[in-house]
């Protein structure tokens, strides 16, 4: 099995509640953080990053094909570093969710992530509690973080942007890290296209412009007993 490397500060992370997790490196779901600009705003093909295979890709097309559907793994990916110190790759991640139906492919289409499997696979596969959440208001998201959990947010991508107005609510996922008594949204977007919008902070008024009130709050907190064991998945 491959895995991304070891961060032994996030692994000794305390899970219980605070105000936001700390620490949890902001990973992006495209191989090169650089070419996230010319990604989002230039027309730059996501195929064409030398550093492709850092995402565990067998092939520079599949990579291609599916970088920019992968923010909700690249979510999943901090969550298990800040807990274990170390994740499966971004592809193995892939793999797993893949197999769980939480993505969907006809030829070059890929509809995903898909909710309800995706939590089963994360609960069943890295022992992860996940509750999906179909209408998540933003008080409803203080109290999960509140709670000591993080939640995977379905945003717009233009939250990388927030001086504009955003075309529509959701369609992206980024992990929120928590929500201060000041009502400040801590959160690592995969696809920030600056060092500050990778690792962000908006109070809940912007925050809410682009929020499509949905998304799936993780608990890191062992599962019970009765619950599968953790087993990262095989690339």
Known sequence: MTHSPRYPCCADAPLGPQPVHSPVPPFTQYASP??????AYRGHDPADDPAWARSGAP?????????????????????????????????????????AGA?????QEVR???????????????GIGAEVHRHLSLNELQKQCDAGRMVMASVSKGIRTPQTEPARRGGHLVLVLGVTELGQVHFNNPSGHTPQ?????????????FFGGRGVSLDLHPLSPSAPPGVPPTP
Not at 114 to 123: M, T
């Open 34 to 39: 650089s070419l996230i600009e010319a990604i």
């Open 59 to 99: 092939t520079q097309q599949e990579y291609g094909q599916w970088s920019r559907h992968l923010c909700g793994m690249v979510c999943m990916q901090m969550a298990l570093v800040h807990r274990d110190g170390m994740a499966p790759t971004l592809w193995a991640l892939r793999n797993g969710a893949l197999r």
């Open 103 to 107: 993505y969907q492919v006809d030829g």
């Open 112 to 126: 995903g992530l898909i909710y309800q499997p995706f939590a089963e696979y994360v609960e069943q596969v890295h």
């Open 197 to 209: 919008t990778r690792k962000a902070v908006l109070h809940l008024d912007e925050f809410e412009r």
